[in-house]
C-alpha cells in the first residue's frame, strides 16, 4: 500500500508544474489536489513511508511548496498537507532537505502560514489536540531554521499565540486518556522551547511572553499532572521539558534587573498561592520559589525608583539642551517613535532629531527592527533602571573600588601617566548581588568600539565603569566615568 500511494504521489507532484499558479495548474483539477491530500495525510505518521519519500528530495520540495501556497489562498486541503508536514518535521532523515526547501521561500510567507495554522487551531470547535502538535512541531523546527524566520514569526505575534495555546492545553481541569495526555505532553514541549528560544534571543520577547501568562503556566503543568496522576510522568513528559521549564525560572531571575520585567514577575507572584498550592517539591518548584524570593528582595528598590520618578526626575538626552544647567524637577517624556530615549521637552526631541549624528537614524532603525520582529533596544526607562541600581551599587562597594584603584596603580608604579582603572559591574546570571572585577584597559576598545571607547576616555578620570546586562544571547554593556555618579575617590 506505500509503495502504491508513494508512486501515485511521485506521478502527481512530477506533472505539478511548480512555475505556475494554483489556479493555472492543470494537475490540481478534477479534484487532484483533494485525492492526493487525502491519501498522503494518513501516511504522513506512516514510518516507512517517511523513510522511502526521505530518499527523493523533490517531492519534500513540492510538498513544501503546495502547503505553503495551499494554506496562503485557503484551500481547504491545507489541513492534510500541514498534517505530512509535521510528519516530515520529526523524522531525522527528512529534516535537512525540509530546511533546504523552506529556504528558498520567503520567510514572511513562511510565518504567515505557520501563525495562520496555530490560530486556526485555537478558533476551531472542537479543538483537537493533534492539531496542537502539529503546529508546535512546525513552528518550533521552522524557527530553528533560519534567524529571519524566527524574527518573522515574533512580528507576527508569535509568542502571544504559543502562549495562550499553552494556557490552553494546561489549564483544562479534568482527566484525560493516556493518549491525550502523551499528545497534550508532546505540544506542551514543543510550545514551551519554542518561547523559551524566543525569549533568550530578546529580553523584551520575555516580557512579551509575561505579558500571556507564561510563568502562571509553568507553574499549572504540575496541577495539570496531578489531576492525571494514574499516568507515570515520563510517560507524558521527557525529561527534556522538565529542564525547559527549570531554564525559564532561572532565565527569569536573571532579567529580574529589568524593571519591566520585574513588574511582570510580582504580578504572577502576588497571585501565585493557587498554584503552589499543587506545585510540588521538584526542581521546578524550588526554582520558582528562589524567583519569588528574589522577586520579593528587589520590589522595594522598585517602589523607591518609582516614587522618585514620580516626583519628577529630570532626564534629556539632548546633548544640546539648555536646561541641564537648570536641572528643573519635571518628569521628562519619552521618544514617540522608540521610546528609547527620553527628553525634556518636544523642542529638545526636535533639536537633537534633526542635530548631525543625533537621534534621527537611530530612531528610525529601531522602529524598523520593532515591526520586524528584530531587537529594538533597551527602554529608556529600563535603562535608567539599571544606572540608578549601578550607582547605589557603587556607593555600597566604594571601598572594593578604591582598593581596586589601589592596586592598579601599584601595577602601573613605572608609568608616568597611569591610565585609568576599568571595572566591569555584571548583573548576568541569577542572584541578588553584582559580580564586579578590574579589567585590562587595552581590551576595552574591541568591547565597547573604539569610537566609542576614545569619546568616553579622558585624561583626568581614575575609574572608568562598565556596566555589563543581559539583552540577548550575548550582554548589552554600558561604560561611563565614576564622576558621572557624583562620586569622587
Known sequence: ???????????????????TGLGDNPALENGNLSCIAYLLYPMGENKQFRLSISSEPDLIRKTVHLWLALTLHG????????????????????????????????MENVATVLIKGIIEDQSRRPQKYTDYIRSATLITFCGGTSENLCECLVARKSIMWCCRAIR??????????????????AALQHLFAYVHEASRAYVYNFAEALDFHFLESVLMVDHFLSLNESFPQEEVFQPKFYEILVEVLEHAETLTTYRSVLRRILRTVKHADKFEATLGEGHTAQRWYCLKRLALEREPGLHQYDLKESKGLFICDNRECPNKDINPRSPSQRCGGCSNVMYCSPECQKVDWKAVGGHRLTCLQSQSDRKDGKPHGISCIDYNFFVERCR????????????????????????????ATVIVMSYCGPGNGVKMLRRDISTCPALMGVNNWRMLKKADEQVIIIMQIPYQVNPARFAFPLSKCGISL
Open 1 to 19: 500500500m506505500t509503495d502504491a500511494v508513494l508512486s501515485w504521489a511521485r506521478y502527481f507532484f512530477r506533472s505539478l508544474d511548480m512555475s
Open 75 to 106: 484551500y481547504q486541503s491545507a489541513y492534510n498537507f500541514r498534517a505530512l508536514m509535521a510528519g516530515l518535521c520529526i523524522w531525522e532523515d527528512t529534516m535537512p532537505t525540509m530546511a533546504e526547501a523552506l529556504s528558498h521561500h520567503d
Open 168 to 185: 490552553i492545553l494546561v489549564s483544562k481541569p479534568k482527566r484525560y486518556s493516556q493518549r491525550q495526555m502523551r499528545s497534550r505532553g
Open 392 to 419: 547605589t551599587d557603587i556607593r555600597i562597594h566604594l571601598d572594593l573600588i578604591r582598593a581596586l584603584r589601589a592596586q592598579d596603580l601599584d601595577e602601573q608604579a613605572g608609568n608616568s601617566e597611569p591610565v
